[in-house]
Nanobody, 128 residues
Framework: QVQLVESGGGLVQAGGSLRLSCAASGGTFSSYPMGWFRQAPGKEREFVAAISRSGGNTYYADFVKGRFTISRDNAKNTVYLQMNSLKPEDTAVYYC?????????????????????WGQGTHVTVSS
């Protein structure tokens, strides 16, 4: 069983930056593709970014391309989401997730149902 704990959320003005972290324990972190999702009030959870096991492949939702960067440090069992040029519409609870699928080394997924383990989320609020 993998436990995921997100941190780094908070209140930031539009145009600002935040870096989210997700620390994993209880599993072999380097074997899991990882993803970030978010859920705004009254909306469904949506895909934000994903990274392959080795970190060599990444994939982003169109609405964050050029603004957010996903990365991972397998030695620290941690995945990050660097968020720049934040907008009020980025306000949401951000979740990290781990995918048990053992695909190719470059495998990533944007499908919520593919992910097996989830953190409790961290709140991000962007003020205008």
């Amino acid at each position: 069983q993998v436990q995921l704990v997100e941190s780094g959320g908070g209140l930031v003005q539009a145009g600002g930056s935040l870096r989210l972290s997700c620390a994993a324990s209880g599993g072999t972190f380097s074997s899991y593709p990882m993803g970030w999702f978010r859920q705004a009030p009254g909306k469904e959870r949506e895909f934000v970014a994903a990274i392959s096991r080795s970190g060599g492949n990444t994939y982003y939702a169109d609405f964050v391309k050029g603004r957010f960067t996903i990365s991972r440090d397998n030695a620290k069992n941690t995945v990050y989401l660097q968020m720049n040029s934040l907008k009020p519409e980025d306000t949401a609870v951000y979740y990290c997730a781990a995918d048990r699928t053992f695909g190719s080394s470059g495998y990533v997924s944007d499908a919520l149902y593919e992910y097996d383990y989830w953190g409790q989320g961290t709140h991000v609020t962007v003020s205008s």
